[in-house]
């Protein structure tokens, strides 16, 4: 089945722990994305990545990481998580074929809890 | 930078109704692309309905269609027939035609839907 999968789901950590999101994707494709969602904003860019070894800033991307050492994977990582970061996190990737609607496939999502 | 607006925190329908959910946009560009994503219980982002802005003709998928005014920049979800599975928070997304990543959502609409 052609999915985006994160985990963990849900996590409650403390602040200043260290911590990994992973997200994994097997439609082989080359555009993916972080998002947080949050009452009232909506949902808001961290990072994206167009290819293997190409990410960039999105929206919102302090006090986050990423990589892109392999297509299919593209984790999320705080270094040092403050209660600010406490959000639902997705995933998301698409085919890079421009132009044309290429619709998001997103991950389940992540309840991350920062204490 | 393009924003996305959904007025209506909060709407509810009774079962069998029809409901419409308003998205107002702001860009200068001519060619791009809409999405209302469906976020039930489960977190989970489902694609309802997509439209391209060169189409003059609304989008529709079974019992969702879309109103498009281009020039008035709208782009409101029309549910017919409401069902109870119909329940959930409704994302209104705008994406350039430029590339893939330039997506912005809505702060999204909470729907009810009462037996």
């Known amino acids: 089945e052609a999915q985006v999968t994160q985990n963990p789901r849900y996590l409650i950590t403390v602040t200043g722990k260290k911590l990994t999101v992973t997200c994994s994707q097997n439609?082989?494709?080359?555009?993916m994305s972080w998002y947080r969602q949050d009452p009232g904003l909506g949902l808001r860019q961290i990072y994206y990545s167009m290819n293997v070894e190409v990410t960039d800033k999105g929206d919102v991307p302090e006090g986050y990481k990423v990589s892109r050492k392999e297509k299919r994977n593209f984790p999320l990582i705080l270094e040092s998580p403050s209660p600010n970061q406490t959000s639902l996190y997705f995933c998301?990737?698409?085919?890079?074929?421009?132009?044309?609607?290429?619709?998001?496939?997103f991950g389940a999502g992540s309840r991350l809890t920062v204490l | 930078a393009q924003t996305v607006t959904q007025s209506q925190p909060e709407m509810s329908v009774q079962e069998a109704e029809t409901v419409t959910l308003s998205c107002t946009y702001d860009t200068s560009e001519s060619d791009y692309y809409l999405f209302w994503y469906k976020q039930p219980p489960s977190r989970q982002m489902i694609l309802v309905i997509r439209q391209e802005a060169y189409k003059q003709q609304n989008a529709t998928e079974n019992r969702f269609s879309v109103n498009f005014q281009k020039a008035a920049k709208s782009f409101s979800l029309k549910i017919s027939d409401s069902q109870l599975g119909d329940a959930a928070m409704y994302f209104c997304a705008y994406r350039s035609a430029r590339g893939v990543n330039d997506m912005r959502f809505g702060a999204g609409t909470r729907l009810t839907v009462k037996p």
């Open positions: 998301a990737s698409t085919p890079y074929v421009f132009p044309g609607a290429n619709v998001l496939t």
């Open positions: 439609m082989n494709h080359e555009y």
